[in-house]
């Protein structure tokens, strides 16, 4: 039993995809999907400053092409937030946004309502060393997001890479429907996460970009 519950603890780590540092110095560019929602996030420069990144960039990257109000995102539209890519002390790639803690604030919200699962209360804790379960207003806390810079001997045409969060319902058809690439493709760079097996809000995978592919 002992075996059995060992394999199972390991099982669920490596649920979610992590890179590892290839290159040795990561890349500039890395993408976090992030549904939309005016209610919660505000506007899109709200946004941008939750994540350090230009409003700019975050639309160019979502394919908004100006500010206008007619072409503004709304509620539900999927937005592309741009940031580094580096190596992390685990040998893994990641980045760390900081964020302030406000009134009300807890640790697993923050993970799940802040920042749309696209980081854990685990992660959140080990990176910040830490127990979240007592902060406090105005408390700075590192928020690790996992992201990719792509594999070479895979596919050298695919340089920028898309961290995403496992959707509703989301299987290997749904996910090369939503990004119009083959699943084979997309399960080469995340082998450890079964494409038709996915959970709701846990798995997260990286999806291949070429060019401007998101514009």
Request: with cysteine; hydrophobic share 35%; net charge negative.
């Amino acid at each position: 039993w002992r075996i059995i519950d060992i394999l199972g603890f390991l099982s669920i780590c490596f649920r979610v995809s992590r890179s590892v540092c290839i290159p040795s110095n990561g890349c500039n560019v890395a993408l976090a999907y992030y549904i939309y929602n005016e209610t919660t996030d505000g506007n899109v420069s709200a946004l941008a400053s939750r994540f350090q990144a230009k409003e700019s960039d975050i639309l160019w990257y979502s394919g908004i092409k100006n500010t206008s109000s007619s072409s503004s995102p709304v509620s539900g539209d999927p937005l592309m937030i741009p940031f580094d890519c580096r190596c992390g002390y685990d040998g893994f790639l990641s980045h760390n946004f900081s964020y302030t803690v406000v009134q009300g604030d807890e640790g697993n919200t923050i993970a799940t309502d802040k920042y749309k699962f696209l980081t854990n209360i685990d992660s959140m804790t080990s990176v910040n060393s830490k127990d979240l379960n007592t902060i406090y207003a105005n408390n700075v806390l590192l928020i690790p997001v996992n992201c990719s810079c792509g594999d070479p001997s895979i596919n050298p045409s695919y340089g920028l890479f898309l961290t995403y969060v496992a959707e509703e319902n989301d299987n290997a058809d749904i996910i090369q429907q939503k990004f119009n690439l083959s699943a084979q493709l997309i399960q080469r760079y995340n082998p450890l996460v079964n494409l038709n097996l996915l959970t709701q809000n846990k798995d997260i995978i990286f999806v291949p970009a070429k060019g401007n592919f998101f514009l």
